[in-house]
T-cell receptor, first 112, second 112 residues
Framework: DVKVTQSSRYLVKRTGEKVFLECVQDMDHENMFWYRQDPGLGLRLIYFSYDVKMKEKGDIPEGYSVSREKKERFSLILESASTNQTSMYLC???????????FGPGTRLLVL | AQSVAQPEDQVNVAEGNPLTVKCTYSVSGNPYLFWYVQYPNRGLQFLLKYITGDNLVKGSYGFEAEFNKSQTSFHLKKPSALVSDSALYFCAVAGTASKLTFGTGTRLQVTL
């Protein structure tokens, strides 16, 4: 079974803090994705990576950056957290091409 | 640009009755279509997908979906709903690239 894990289920941070969200997949997938989920808006793509050290902006990259130093690990970084970044963050991975994406359990982030 | 519309925020159905959750899409070229389900405080779970072939796709937990190219629709169906089917359902589309575009989600409520 594909397994995608995320470093935290719940996080509480202060405005202005630097926040790291980590995602690890164990299926040797080339592609990894970060989404945020907000009520009424569905899932929106923040960034994705199609190879180590490669990244591409999604639909809402502002205020975020990413890092992929190893194939199995994809990190989302909030350089200076703001209250409007309070959300559910979901990581996913898949093989090359438009195949099925497999999701982690999500991290619920609250920025105070 | 690709897009997905889920016109119903919520669908209510009695246990034992058939259910339909609607999805229409827009994409250049041949579509890759997916349905995912999300239970409270969990990540998304893959239900089924259409890539090519038979227009009726069968998936997990007794769900199926019908691809209709002329109506650009991919409605999710189940002949007999269960209370345990109550969850948030997302439709998603991809073109030839790896990125998925999700709908805003439809909450399914199944009552006794």
């Amino acid at each position: 079974d594909v397994k995608v894990t995320q470093s935290s289920r719940y996080l509480v941070k202060r405005t202005g803090e630097k926040v790291f969200l980590e995602c690890v997949q164990d299926m040797d997938h080339e592609n990894m994705f970060w989404y945020r989920q907000d009520p009424g808006l569905g899932l929106r793509l923040i960034y994705f990576s199609y190879d180590v050290k490669m990244k591409e902006k999604g639909d809402i990259p502002e205020g975020y950056s990413v890092s992929r130093e190893k194939k199995e690990r994809f990190s989302l970084i909030l350089e200076s957290a703001s209250t409007n970044q309070t959300s559910m963050y979901l990581c996913a991975s898949n093989k090359q091409g438009p195949g099925t994406q497999y999701f982690g359990p999500g991290t619920r982030l609250l920025v105070l | 640009a690709q897009s997905v519309a889920q016109p119903e925020d919520q669908v209510n159905v009695a246990e034992g009755n058939p259910l339909t959750v609607k999805c229409t899409y827009s994409v250049s070229g041949n579509p890759y279509l997916f349905w995912y389900v999300q239970y409270p405080n969990r990540g998304l779970q893959f239900l089924l997908k259409y890539i090519t072939g038979d227009n009726l796709v069968k998936g997990s937990y007794g769900f199926e979906a019908e691809f209709n190219k002329s109506q650009t629709s991919f409605h999710l169906k189940k002949p007999s709903a269960l209370v345990s089917d109550s969850a948030l359902y997302f439709c998603a589309v991809a073109g030839t690239a790896s990125k998925l575009t999700f709908g805003t989600g439809t909450r399914l409520q199944v009552t006794l």
